[in-house]
């Protein structure tokens, strides 16, 4: 008797052995490219050889699955689905930014960190509710490049994983997965309480993820972490790390900071990138694209969604540029650089808890300045986002 897992991998298999077929044109130079199988939580990557690859979210929205696909063609067709976790039902896609992320490391290799679900090993202890956590699960490809290694827990000395973790991998062999959680020893009684007792946590593995460190705070600085909200890490090509997340100063000052550690995770500098206050929680997420000497990041503040050239300090000049117009909740925002230095930025539109919506795309020319190429499309599905890459012919490609 087949299980419900193989079952999955089979059904998915077969549908991704066929292709795809030419991809649909938004605009002069958009192409549209859906996700196999209908999955939900496109992560893409291109590598050094112009392969693309993606992971995405099959199942129930609080205990699914994650796939594993690449592409040699942009996106016209897909390989066969390879199980990313190996414990079923360990993911999770509900609330939109707790999803897996995708990084790719030394010689091509993949690897993986995703939120656990409540069906995958248990986390570390809480000590608020004396029960123990999700755990924050990390995989990467095995060296035949045919399946994914046994899923592992990285979070050892801290607990109450909520909103999303990150990973990066550089050229030198270092991997890192990052979250926000709470220390051990600060637990309820221990004088800090709620958010402001939360860090931004990373953990290094020098060996291509083979062995982790212990995890240890990024920075000092207490700026608390919005709890529900995702976070981004990101590698450069100079094997510099860097970070955006959400603070969660005095309940009230959700903003947007940007770490940068130029000494390979040894130590973080970081700067406040952006203000937001209000008292709630908006579960965003933010991006990082990088291209030549062009670095990006990109976030969401009081419903609008933003983009800036980064340096080591922060945005340079600070010059932050909002997206043209005002969409109704704008979330999620992506972004992509291709050969002329021209910029796609996408995001979503009227996504909620339990409810899907559109995507919006703009496309800048290399001085920033939005061009006429944009469109709102419908189809995004509940718990779902879109990601922009670039092609070798400098259009760009929207998978959803």
């Given at each position: 008797m087949i299980?419900?897992?193989r ?7 077969a ?15 958009i192409r ?5 199988t209908?999955?939900?939580?496109p ?7 112009g ?24 996106g016209?067709?897909f ?24 990084a ?9 960190a995703?939120n ?31 399946a ?12 109450g ?26 637990a ?47 590698a ?19 903003d ?14 970081g700067?406040?990138?952006?203000k937001?206050?209000?008292?709630a ?34 945005a ?5 540029i ?33 409810r ?11 001085r ?5 190429e ?6 995004i599905?509940?718990?779902s986002?879109?990601a ?13």
């Open positions: 299980s419900r897992r079952a999955t991998i089979a059904c998915a298999s549908l991704a052995s066929v292709a795809v077929g030419k991809k649909a044109y938004a605009g002069r130079n549209m490219v859906r996700v196999p209908g999955g939900l939580q992560q893409v990557a291109v590598d050094d050889r392969i693309l690859h993606l992971i995405y979210y099959v199942g129930d929205a609080r205990k699914g699955d994650l796939f594993y696909v690449r592409s040699t063609d942009h016209s067709t390989s066969s689905p390879i199980a990313v976790n190996n414990v079923p039902g360990s993911s999770v896609a509900a609330g939109t930014i707790r999803g897996a992320q995708l790719i490391g030394n010689a091509g290799r993949v690897h993986v995703w656990g679900s409540s069906q995958a090993e248990p986390g570390p202890l809480n000590p608020d509710s004396g029960n123990r956590g999700m755990p924050m699960l990390y995989t990467r490809l095995n060296d035949t490049g045919k994914f290694e046994q899923q592992r827990n990285l979070m050892l000395q801290s607990f994983l909520d909103g999303g973790g990150s990973i990066a991998a550089d050229r030198r062999g270092n991997v890192y997965v990052a979250w926000h959680g709470i220390a051990q020893t600060e309820k009684g221990t004088g800090k309480e709620g958010e402001a007792r939360r860090r931004v946590w990373i953990t290094k593995s020098n060996d291509e993820g083979r062995t982790f460190a212990t995890e240890r705070k990024a920075w000092p600085a207490e700026t608390g972490a919005c709890a529900c909200c995702g976070m981004r890490l990101f450069d090509r100079e094997n510099n790390v860097h970070a955006l997340y959400r603070s969660a100063t005095e309940s009230v000052h959700r947007i900071y940007f770490l940068s550690s130029k000494d390979q995770g040894g130590s973080f500098q700067r406040l990138l952006h937001w206050d209000i008292n929680c908006p579960m965003s997420s933010m991006d990082f694209v990088e291209h030549g000497s062009i670095f990006v990041g990109a976030w969401e503040t009081g419903g609008q969604v933003y983009w800036a050239r980064l340096d080591g300090n922060g340079s000049g600070n010059q932050v909002a997206a043209p117009g005002t969409g109704k909740g704008r979330k999620h925002p992506r972004v992509a650089i291709n050969g002329n230095n021209e910029l796609l930025m996408v995001w979503t539109e009227g996504t909620g808890w339990e899907g919506g559109s995507l919006a795309y703009q496309v800048y020319d290399r920033g300045e939005p061009t006429e944009r469109g709102q499309l419908p189809g599905a509940t718990w986002f879109a922009p890459i670039a092609g070798p012919d400098n259009g760009f490609s929207i998978v959803y």
